[in-house]
């Protein structure tokens, strides 16, 4: 199978800077130079169509523009290009969501993924109105799910558990494709969950060993519910022609922040009801001076945003071949991003996918269409 590269949309802003956000770190630390503007998020999502990105995740939070609204925006703007939409469930009603789901993918021609996200941060939950703590969210979204899933085969649904309630509902037009489920937590309930519904299962970008880990825990769940699940990663990137040049970008992010900032976002991070985000942190403890935690993964952007936390630094090759390490772990799509997220897109896109392609592990999706002629210079002799 070759490898699946998803990009990222900023919907809370860009910067050649850091862009904090998400996970207990204030909202109004979110922003950025280049604000979420309409505009502005279709550039970046069509450099990552042109460059051969699959798809561009979508975060969802009080810290960013709602998920939904943006991309369905950005299909006019756009031609090939799906939109991972993260989506917390048990903020809408299920057969409304699968009714929503079937109406994005006809408008859309077949262009929606859903990254389900339950919701880690009880305060941000209770803001929505939502007052179940982290295992009953767990709880609600399998039956969420449960629903939705069959809503979208087809069926006439009546259902009563502890969170959901549906008496014959059904959808009068399905969606076509079926968005597959892609499905994120490293809580122990969270996993079940995950095994159960989800098509694919997204970790954060931890060391290869541990990542392995999952895998085999998910893996293994799995097929107890008689199911197979693809796996992704979520990771930022800082790709370059030389080692140097990408370590100096990464130092320079980090460069122009008061340690202030960094000591005030780890203590809100500290208070998060996150499993991935207190793995996140363990990383790197708050310190700012072992932050090379495996061979080009670096945890420095953890230190001031909420959320994945590592970023794949090093070279064009280098970069492709911890690509290719977690490739023979079990990971087989890749979401990345990268500040700013047009010029990131293009240094990965342009450096590090071409290696890739060379070792039959990737091809761009419109590889049968694209025209790869050098151009011709006339009267040239």
Same mark, same amino acid.
């Given at each position: ?149 069959? @809503? ?144 080009? @993964? ?30 023979? @772990? ?25 290696? @890739? ?25």
């Amino acid at each position: 199978m070759t490898l699946t590269f998803h990009w990222f949309l900023p919907t809370n802003g860009d910067s050649r800077h850091i862009v904090g956000g998400g996970h207990g770190v204030p909202t109004g630390s979110a922003g950025g130079d280049r604000p979420a503007s309409l505009a502005y998020l279709g550039q970046v999502a069509r450099t990552a169509e042109q460059l051969g990105f699959e798809g561009a995740l979508t975060p969802t939070g009080a810290w960013c523009e709602d998920a939904w609204l943006t991309t369905a925006m950005l299909v006019e703007a756009t031609e090939r290009l799906k939109f991972l939409v993260a989506f917390r469930p048990g903020l809408v009603a299920p057969a409304l969501a699968a009714q929503m789901a079937a109406t994005y993918q006809r408008h859309s021609g077949g262009r929606l993924l859903l990254n389900v996200v339950t919701g880690g941060e009880d305060h941000e939950q209770r803001a929505y109105g939502d007052f179940l703590d982290k295992d009953a969210r767990y709880a609600r979204t399998d039956e969420f799910l449960h629903i939705t899933r069959a @809503l979208w085969r087809g069926e006439s649904v009546d259902f009563q558990g502890q969170h959901e309630r549906v008496e014959q509902a059904r959808l009068t037009r399905l969606p076509d494709p079926v968005p597959p489920v892609y499905f994120g937590g490293s809580s122990k309930a969270a996993g079940p969950v995950a095994a159960r519904h989800s098509d694919v299962y997204l970790t954060w970008g931890e060391p290869p060993a541990q990542v392995a880990e999952k895998i085999d825990w998910i893996r293994t769940l799995a097929k107890a519910e008689g199911r197979k699940v693809r796996f992704g990663i979520r990771l930022h990137v800082i790709a370059r022609d030389t080692a140097e040049d990408a370590w100096a970008q990464a130092h320079r992010l980090l460069s122009g922040v008061d340690p202030t900032v960094i000591e005030n976002v780890q203590q809100g991070l500290a208070r998060s009801g996150s499993e991935g985000q207190k793995r996140m942190l363990a990383l790197h403890g708050g310190a700012t001076d072992r932050l090379e935690v495996y061979p080009n @993964l670096w945890a420095g952007i953890g230190l001031v945003r909420g959320g994945a936390g590592t970023a794949l630094v090093g070279s064009h090759a280098e970069i492709a071949n911890r690509i290719a390490e977690y490739h023979a @772990l079990g990971i087989d799509e890749f979401v990345l991003s990268g500040y700013p997220h047009v010029e990131e897109a293009y240094w990965f896109g342009e450096g590090v996918l071409p290696q @890739l392609a060379a070792r039959g592990l990737w091809h761009h999706p419109d590889a049968a269409s694209r025209d790869e002629t050098p151009a011709a210079v006339p009267f040239a002799s």
